[in-house]
């Protein structure tokens, strides 16, 4: 089956500084990439698309320049949370799209103290 | 605009019983996909089954099979055999043929197996 690698699995970061979190697609090639962030006990909230060789498309109320999304190659996607504060602290999960089903890596958890 | 209803925020289950999770949706697309997800303790998304609206056979994957009846925009998953590993929250979730592929998520149901 399509595997999504995504790294790192958690990050602790001073308030202030910049996180980078990598989302692979292993074995397949994905011309599209989705953004989630998910609260405690919620569904998956979509932050952006990221389409290869383009800019991302961002949801409404969604901070593009906080939340820097760059898909530079068919397997990778990155989303850099700029300026962390502690209400940036969640879990994040991006998911690679096959010609029907997305297929999701295993999230980052993200602590900004 | 499309969307997903769960109305079972949660259920539990005697091992090996039989349940099953329900979910309705409202489109006004003819064509589209909807599909169960899995999230266990560990929170890794999984694909559970996936079923094709023009697809009349309902979808099955082992243990896990669904009821889609697409007049009443119903799809419910039923676990058959349940495992102590069945323990996840369960998402339903849609997609129209014109959505840039994004999907449409229910609230989920939080599903505990009991041993």
């Known amino acids: 089956g399509a595997v999504v690698s995504q790294h790192p699995s958690w990050v602790i970061c001073k308030s202030g500084t910049s996180v980078k979190i990598e989302c692979r697609s292993l074995?397949?090639?994905?011309?599209?990439m989705f953004w989630y962030r998910q609260f405690p006990k919620q569904s998956l909230m979509l932050m952006a698309t990221?389409?290869?060789?383009?800019?991302?498309?961002?949801e409404q109320g969604v901070e593009k320049d906080k939340f820097l999304i760059n898909h530079a190659s068919l397997t990778l996607s990155t989303l850099t949370v700029t300026s962390a504060h502690p209400e940036d602290s969640s879990f994040y999960i991006c998911?690679?799209?096959?010609?029907?089903?997305?297929?999701f890596g295993p999230g980052t958890r993200l602590l900004v103290l | 605009a499309q969307t997903v209803t769960q109305s079972q925020p949660e259920m539990s289950v005697q091992e090996a019983e039989t349940v099953t999770l329900s979910c309705t949706y409202d489109?006004?697309?003819?064509?589209?996909?909807l599909f169960w997800y899995k999230q266990p303790p560990s929170r890794q998304m999984i694909l559970v089954i996936r079923?094709?609206?023009?697809k009349q056979q309902n979808a099955t994957e082992n243990r896990f099979s669904v009821n889609f009846q697409k007049a009443a925009k119903s799809f419910s998953l039923k676990i058959s055999d349940s495992q102590l590993g069945d323990t996840a929250m369960y998402f339903c979730?849609?997609?129209?043929?014109?959505?840039?592929?994004?999907?449409?998520w229910g609230a989920g149901t939080k599903l505990i197996i009991k041993p």
């Open positions: 998911s690679a799209k096959t010609r029907e089903t997305q297929y």
């Open positions: 074995d397949f090639q994905a011309t599209t």
């Open positions: 990221s389409n290869e060789g383009s800019k991302a498309t961002y």
């Open positions: 489109t006004s697309e003819s064509n589209y996909y």
């Open positions: 079923q094709e609206a023009y």
């Open positions: 979730a849609f997609r129209g043929m014109d959505s840039n592929y994004q999907l449409i």
